[in-house]
């Protein structure tokens, strides 16, 4: 069981992305449901902790087992979903990772991975690409070259979700 909730229109998630980096540039991904580019991962399930939930995406979604480097930010977001106009309240742990052990750089600059019904499409964008590009989570786009000793906590408080209600 995913650590999810839905309230009315509200959802909560508690999610971890990985940070996979390569001569400036970062892995990123699509699928057929999402119009914008996104990090590999997904939500944590209940009894699991981050760094086991972290595993099993890049497994789930590369076919990979990377080494955990450590873990970088973790992000408090608010945002409506384009797709649903749903609410999120969301937290996401995002772990700098190592996939020199693995093959992911003999993939090349885009390819394809199939996980059940979803079809998910990589891409190495360039970091500097980021801000012209229709991507998240937007903290990156800025963050990108502060990559801190320890785990920092960010929030996206200038939002105004909460005054909708």
């Known amino acids: 069981m995913d650590v999810t909730f839905e309230v009315e229109n509200q959802k909560f998630n508690y999610r971890v992305c990985g940070i996979i980096i390569d001569n400036q540039k970062i892995l990123a991904m699509r699928d057929e449901c999402s119009p914008y580019y996104y990090l590999p991962g997904g939500r944590v399930k209940l009894g699991e902790t981050a760094e086991e939930s972290?595993?099993?995406?890049?497994?789930?979604?590369?076919?990979?087992?990377?080494?955990?480097?450590?873990?970088?930010?973790?992000?408090?977001?608010?945002?409506?979903?384009?797709?649903?106009?749903?609410?999120?309240?969301?937290?996401?742990?995002?772990?700098?990772?190592?996939?020199?052990?693995?093959?992911?750089?003999?993939?090349?600059n885009e390819f394809t991975h199939i996980e059940g019904d979803h079809t998910h499409h990589f891409y190495?964008?360039?970091?500097?690409?980021?801000?012209?590009?229709?991507?998240?989570?937007?903290?990156?786009?800025?963050?990108?070259?502060?990559?801190?000793?320890?785990?920092?906590?960010?929030?996206?408080?200038?939002?105004n979700f909460w005054d909708d209600f």
Do not use: A
């Not at 969301?90 to 190592?98: A, G, H, Q, R």
């Not at 980021?130 to 929030?155: G, R, T």
């Open 124 to 159: 190495w964008l360039n970091f500097e690409d980021l801000k012209e590009i229709y991507f998240y989570p937007e903290f990156l786009k800025w963050q990108q070259h502060h990559f801190q000793v320890c785990l920092e906590i960010l929030s996206d408080t200038d939002h």
């Open 54 to 108: 972290i595993q099993r995406e890049m497994l789930e979604e590369l076919q990979i087992s990377p080494k955990i480097i450590r873990p970088l930010w973790l992000d408090q977001s608010f945002f409506t979903e384009d797709v649903n106009q749903k609410h999120y309240h969301e937290l996401c742990l995002y772990f700098l990772l190592d996939v020199t052990q693995t093959d992911l750089f003999t993939r090349g």
